[in-house]
T-cell receptor, first 114, second 114 residues
Framework: DTGVSQNPRHKITKRGQNVTFRCDPI?????LYWYRQTLGQGPEFLTYFQNEAQLEKSRLLSDRFSAERPKGSFSTLEIQRTEQGDSAMYLC????????????FGPGTRLTVT | AQSVAQPEDQVNVAEGNPLTVKCTYS??????LFWYVQYPNRGLQFLLK??????LVKGSYGFEAEFNKSQTSFHLKKPSALVSDSALYFC????????????FGQGTRLTINP
């Protein structure tokens, strides 16, 4: 299956530690998105890339968060100095260019900050 | 800014009966509308989308949705519910004015009773 993959699937960390998540999009998709989903809520947009360029960032993406897509393929999302409020499911999605195309989501990385 | 409302947190339907999950939207331009389904501990799966054209859109697993511009609604429907349809359903909108992110509703938990 060549769907969107995310690693790790689960991450438990202590407050103040740094964590990094990886997303591998569908290979022919040049757009990649990150969303955050908390319990009982719909996903909220964090940022998106077209190829290697980061084109939009949400206000939710504080300066402790950084995302990269160095070669226009996989992407990483790093959270520095984690806080308990960062506990959530982090979802990655990819799509082809253009507003006509739907986004395909990965299984997510569940982060628990203790 | 675009927004989506799912007025029902939970919908219960008997197996074999028709189901409807409601969604209303607000956008400044032409709406691009999507329905996704989420099973426990899994990412979102794309069901269907409305871009333009016929107001009745057919999607995966026998689901369909009706776009109503005057009522700014995009309700999800299925003629005969299955127990396996029990899941969390999200409506999402993308503003046709070039925005790339999806804005999601808070979700509706659909339970199909045998």
């Amino acid at each position: 299956d060549t769907g969107v993959s995310q690693n790790p699937r689960h991450k438990i960390t202590k407050r103040g530690q740094n964590v990094t998540f990886r997303c591998d999009p569908i290979s022919e998709h040049n757009r990649l998105y990150w969303y955050r989903q908390t319990l009982g809520q719909g996903p909220e947009f964090l940022t998106y890339f077209q190829n290697e360029a980061q084109l939009e960032k949400s206000r939710l993406l504080s300066d402790r968060f950084s995302a990269e897509r160095p070669k226009g393929s996989f992407s990483t999302l790093e959270i520095q100095r984690t806080e308990q409020g960062d506990s959530a499911m982090y979802l990655c999605a990819s799509s082809s260019s253009g507003v006509l195309y739907e986004q395909y989501f990965g299984p997510g990385t569940r982060l628990t900050v203790t | 800014a675009q927004s989506v409302a799912q007025p029902e947190d939970q919908v219960n339907v008997a197996e074999g009966n028709p189901l409807t999950v409601k969604c209303t939207y607000s956008v400044s331009g032409n709406p691009y509308l999507f329905w996704y389904v989420q099973y426990p501990n899994r990412g979102l799966q794309f069901l269907l989308k409305y871009i333009t054209g016929d107001n009745l859109v057919k999607g995966s697993y026998g689901f369909e949705a009706e776009f109503n511009k005057s009522q700014t609604s995009f309700h999800l429907k299925k003629p005969s519910a299955l127990v396996s349809d029990s899941a969390l359903y999200f409506c999402a909108v993308r503003d046709g004015q070039g925005a790339q992110k999806l804005v999601f509703g808070q979700g509706t938990r659909l339970t199909i009773n045998p």
